[in-house]
């Protein structure tokens, strides 16, 4: 019995004692939580007392110019034609085809003589008939003469169809050689016989082409070039030989464009111009605060605002002063096409182009580097070193190239075992064959914080202003594009973490 009571109250103690320790482990686990939260939390804001929270910024690029504005009259090498009888006009090409010299443009015509032209021929075409039916002598011609007036009826109605209602004029012109070609098989056999009534005939058929010749006039392309139908009545004042007129004066006018009348046109309106391809000339206005940058002879990049924005090459003929600014009159070989309809021009004179990425100025440091030869700089294993003479052994040290340029590579004293005074055993050489390590440069850079340690990379400067620079792309072991970087380097340092 006693025995039984001992081990009731044995297993109750060892319960009692399982869960007080149990107990115990929860309160030190809650306690060991609790220190290690109070311990990171102190940890951070330790941090962030020695490593403020900076502005992280990536590296972006920019494209920029230095330029001067102004505005320019456009003169080109243009020809415009002008008909010397009004009628109705029809055009065989489009504005802005390449036609070349005696190509046939268009076609002046009246349709009026449209009306008259079927039944005045017709006319003509049935006395001929009349005539020759009553002349029993030109059996032996007769089969010739039926053929012919048979082809020439059905070409009188053939071009009848097309000038009349499809308004191609140039047909005309070939209907007057069918009816030459006609009329000389007709006089070739008609001479056979000896009748007043032939003449007759011959006459009166060469005046109805006489008055259809008259009344139609050929246009064809005085030159080989561009051809236009739009004109301002300034192409033959603004010309390759009157360029240096161009005052200031010229720069009040309004320059309209005229586009042909595709359906009639008078006599003594223009037609078309056609425009050498080629060269062309231009007045621009320029700034005398500015005129100290041009000179005669001197090649400038133009880009000229119009239908499309082109960037063209000119060469500086002439350059005159009126008063606070000045004309500066340029010559082109190129890009002629897009600006055909245009006289007056904005453009921009570019002066230099930059492109580069941007960095603040405050971001940028500068920093003293050891400036090795890099006929001294080996690689073994795939990593780059130097073998630093040692006694009279050479030792192979590894190193971080920071930049690079032709003959020198550039490294960090920091963390580096190479110092100035080492022996540098130049590459492939004997180990007498040494170089002292007695040079250091000054360069400029940023702290790169790609992986929240700051790193230094070396940039090359190619454009300063007041509160950023410009530094070259693309260069090896300098930075990249979208790196990131601090905009503050007050508190920052070489492998320093980075917030």
Same mark, same amino acid.
């Given at each position: 019995?006693?025995?039984?009571?001992?081990?009731?109250?044995?297993?109750?103690?060892?319960?009692?004692?399982?869960?007080?320790?149990?107990?115990?482990?929860?309160?030190?686990?809650?306690?060991?939580?609790?220190?290690?939260?109070?311990?990171?939390?102190?940890?951070?804001?330790?941090?962030?007392?020695?490593?403020?929270?900076?502005?992280?910024?990536?590296?972006?690029?920019?494209?920029?110019?230095?330029?001067?504005?102004?505005?320019?009259?456009?003169?080109?090498?243009?020809?415009?034609?002008?008909?010397?009888?009004?009628?109705?006009?029809?055009?065989?090409?489009?504005?802005?085809?390449?036609?070349?010299?005696?190509?046939?443009?268009?076609?002046?015509?009246?349709?009026?003589?449209?009306?008259?032209?079927?039944?005045?021929?017709?006319?003509?075409?049935?006395?001929?008939?009349?005539?020759?039916?009553?002349?029993?002598?030109?059996?032996?011609?007769?089969?010739?003469?039926?053929?012919?007036?048979?082809?020439?009826?059905?070409?009188?109605?053939?071009?009848?169809?097309?000038?009349?209602?499809?308004?191609?004029?140039?047909?005309?012109?070939?209907?007057?050689?069918?009816?030459?070609?006609?009329?000389?098989?007709?006089?070739?056999?008609?001479?056979?016989?000896?009748?007043?009534?032939?003449?007759?005939?011959?006459?009166?058929?060469?005046?109805?082409?006489?008055?259809?010749?008259?009344?139609?006039?050929?246009?064809?392309?005085?030159?080989?070039?561009?051809?236009?139908?739009?004109?301002?009545?300034?192409?033959?004042?603004?010309?390759?030989?009157?360029?240096?007129?161009?005052?200031?004066?010229?720069?009040?006018?309004?320059?309209?464009?005229?586009?042909?009348?595709?359906?009639?046109?008078?006599?003594?309106?223009?037609?078309?111009?056609?425009?050498?391809?080629?060269?062309?000339?231009?007045?621009?206005?320029?700034?005398?605060?500015?005129?100290?940058?041009?000179?005669?002879?001197?090649?400038?990049?133009?880009?000229?605002?119009?239908?499309?924005?082109?960037?063209?090459?000119?060469?500086?003929?002439?350059?005159?002063?009126?008063?606070?600014?000045?004309?500066?009159?340029?010559?082109?070989?190129?890009?002629?096409?897009?600006?055909?309809?245009?006289?007056?021009?904005?453009?921009?004179?570019?002066?230099?182009?930059?492109?580069?990425?941007?960095?603040?100025?405050?971001?940028?440091?500068?920093?003293?580097?050891?400036?090795?030869?890099?006929?001294?700089?080996?690689?073994? %294993?795939? &990593?780059? $070193?130097?073998?630093?003479?040692?006694? /009279?052994?050479?030792? #192979?040290?590894? @190193? +971080? *190239? =920071?930049?690079?340029?032709?003959?020198?590579?550039?490294?960090?004293?920091?963390?580096?075992?190479?110092?100035?005074?080492?022996?540098?055993?130049?590459?492939?050489?004997?180990?007498?064959?040494?170089?002292?390590?007695?040079?250091? %440069?000054? &360069?400029? $850079?940023?702290?790169?914080?790609?992986? /929240?340690?700051?790193? #230094?990379?070396? @940039? +090359? *400067? =190619?454009?300063?202003?007041?509160?950023?620079?410009?530094?070259?792309?693309?260069?090896?072991?300098?930075?990249?594009?979208?790196?990131?970087?601090?905009?503050?380097?007050?508190?920052?340092?070489?492998?320093?973490?980075?917030?």
């Amino acid at each position: 019995m006693n025995n039984k009571v001992y081990d009731i109250r044995t297993k109750r103690r060892k319960e009692q004692i399982k869960k007080w320790k149990k107990k115990k482990n929860d309160i030190l686990l809650m306690l060991f939580t609790f220190l290690f939260i109070i311990g990171y939390l102190s940890i951070t804001a330790v941090s962030l007392f020695m490593n403020p929270n900076n502005n992280k910024l990536r590296v972006t690029m920019l494209k920029m110019e230095d330029i001067i504005y102004s505005e320019g009259i456009i003169v080109r090498n243009e020809v415009t034609v002008k008909p010397n009888t009004s009628g109705d006009a029809s055009y065989n090409y489009q504005d802005n085809e390449k036609v070349k010299k005696d190509d046939l443009i268009a076609v002046i015509s009246d349709k009026n003589l449209n009306n008259i032209k079927r039944s005045r021929l017709n006319e003509i075409n049935a006395e001929i008939l009349k005539f020759q039916s009553q002349r029993k002598d030109l059996f032996l011609f007769k089969d010739s003469l039926v053929k012919l007036n048979t082809s020439f009826d059905k070409k009188i109605k053939y071009y009848y169809g097309k000038t009349f209602y499809g308004d191609n004029f140039e047909e005309i012109y070939a209907l007057k050689k069918n009816m030459d070609d006609y009329l000389y098989g007709k006089v070739s056999l008609l001479s056979a016989e000896s009748t007043d009534n032939t003449g007759y005939y011959i006459e009166k058929r060469r005046n109805f082409l006489n008055q259809i010749d008259a009344n139609t006039e050929s246009l064809v392309a005085p030159i080989g070039g561009v051809l236009s139908y739009y004109t301002d009545g300034f192409e033959d004042i603004y010309t390759k030989d009157t360029l240096s007129n161009i005052d200031l004066d010229d720069f009040k006018k309004s320059f309209a464009n005229d586009v042909s009348d595709f359906s009639r046109i008078n006599a003594g309106d223009n037609a078309f111009k056609i425009v050498d391809g080629f060269e062309w000339y231009l007045a621009g206005l320029v700034s005398n605060k500015d005129i100290d940058k041009f000179s005669v002879g001197q090649t400038k990049k133009l880009r000229l605002f119009g239908v499309r924005n082109e960037t063209v090459k000119a060469q500086i003929l002439d350059i005159k002063k009126y008063g606070e600014k000045s004309i500066v009159y340029y010559k082109l070989v190129s890009k002629i096409e897009n600006f055909l309809n245009v006289r007056k021009v904005d453009f921009e004179v570019i002066e230099n182009s930059y492109e580069g990425y941007k960095l603040p100025k405050k971001s940028v440091v500068k920093k003293t580097l050891l400036k090795i030869p890099t006929d001294c700089i080996v690689k073994i %294993a795939k &990593v780059r $070193g130097v073998l630093k003479k040692i006694g /009279n052994e050479p030792e #192979f040290t590894p @190193i +971080d *190239i =920071v930049y690079s340029d032709e003959g020198y590579s550039y490294i960090s004293s920091i963390g580096s075992q190479l110092r100035l005074g080492d022996y540098l055993v130049k590459k492939g050489a004997t180990i007498e064959d040494t170089v002292v390590l007695n040079e250091v %440069a000054n &360069v400029s $850079g940023i702290y790169v914080i790609n992986t /929240n340690i700051a790193r #230094f990379k070396a @940039i +090359d *400067i =190619v454009l300063e202003r007041d509160d950023y620079v410009l530094a070259k792309p693309n260069l090896l072991y300098s930075i990249k594009l979208y790196d990131q970087y601090v905009d503050d380097i007050s508190k920052i340092s070489e492998g320093k973490y980075v917030n």
